[in-house]
């Protein structure tokens, strides 16, 4: 297994297959431009088999901490340790990068998450409620 930062635009959508909905050109390569973005892809024998997202976060009075925003891994290639590794390709990134934490929200019954999570060195913090708001996706109001 090879796990490799994302680059180009092409390359984040070789994994339309790993994302809740389809990708679109114009937001991987917004994705790419935007500082503290990144994007690791697990390859195994050439063929994209799961990646990890994170968003580096800054506070004026905290720093950068890494969210890891999303990990997916191809059903064929799950329970083989490719999720471990890409966590922990992640934090190593964030160490490199400066960041003091990492972190990542995960709902309290999702046990493969938590496991993976725990398997790379993460720990509980915590109950906490997650709060979104829903906009339209075009700038406008709320949807209802």
């Known amino acids: 297994m090879n796990i490799l930062p ?8 070789a994994v339309a297959h790993l994302y ?6 114009e937001w991987a390569a917004r994705f790419l431009a935007a500082d503290g973005h990144l994007m690791l892809i697990a390859y195994v024998d050439g063929v ?6 994170g968003i580096e976060m800054l506070h004026p009075d905290k720093g950068t901490e890494m969210c890891l925003y999303e990990l997916s891994v191809d059903e064929p290639y799950r329970r083989r340790g490719i999720g471990r ?3 922990r ?3 190593a990134e964030a160490r490199g990068r400066g960041c003091y934490d990492m972190w990542v929200g995960v709902e309290r019954d999702n046990e493969a998450a938590l496991a993976t999570y725990r398997s790379a060195g993460a720990s509980g913090d915590g109950v906490f409620a997650m709060m979104t708001w829903e906009f339209d996706g075009t700038g406008g109001g709320a949807t209802a």
């Open 20 to 25: 809740d909905a389809e990708p679109r050109p």
């Open 6 to 13: 994302a680059t180009t635009a092409a390359e984040l959508l």
């Open 48 to 53: 994209p088999a799961g990646f990890v997202s």
């Open 89 to 91: 390709a992640l934090a």
């Open 85 to 87: 590794e890409l966590t």
